[in-house]
């Protein structure tokens, strides 16, 4: 993120004023108290969304992502979901889908066009509104961001 903010200083030739940071963490393992017992909570395609945390709910590449802030709430162990997930596996959506499908679902946004991201095209994914719909009791959208570039390693 530090060479990101210097990068585009760097490019508009003035100073970034980063206002805020979101370290967002999923797919990992926590001891945390919960109803009173200290337990350990995997989270696996999930986020902490405990009371007033900050936290991303990203999209596909090609959807929406939303800022959020968590709204604690107790049954789902202070967790929210951590995107869509996938509706077709990396090998089906290989399968399924062509380059130039890929291609019509970028449209407007910059990313590297190779086949290399067929199974990363956006309806290889649900629908991120749904699952924000979903999520409603869980966390809170601050902001939603809308795909300008997309920049994923090979």
Known sequence: MDRVVRRLAEHLGDPVDEQE????HH??????????RKVW????????AEAGRPGLVPGSMGTASYV???KGFPPSL???????GRAYSRSKARKTFTVEELREAMAGIEYRDTEAFLDEIPVAYKDVDVVMADAVELVEVRHTLRQVVNVKGE
């Open 21 to 24: 940071r979101v370290n967002c």
């Open 27 to 36: 797919n990992y393992t926590e001891q945390e108290t919960h109803f009173g």
């Open 41 to 48: 909570v995997s989270r696996k395609g999930a986020i902490n």
């Open 68 to 70: 959020v802030s968590g």
């Open 78 to 84: 202070n967790s929210s979901p951590h995107g869509a």
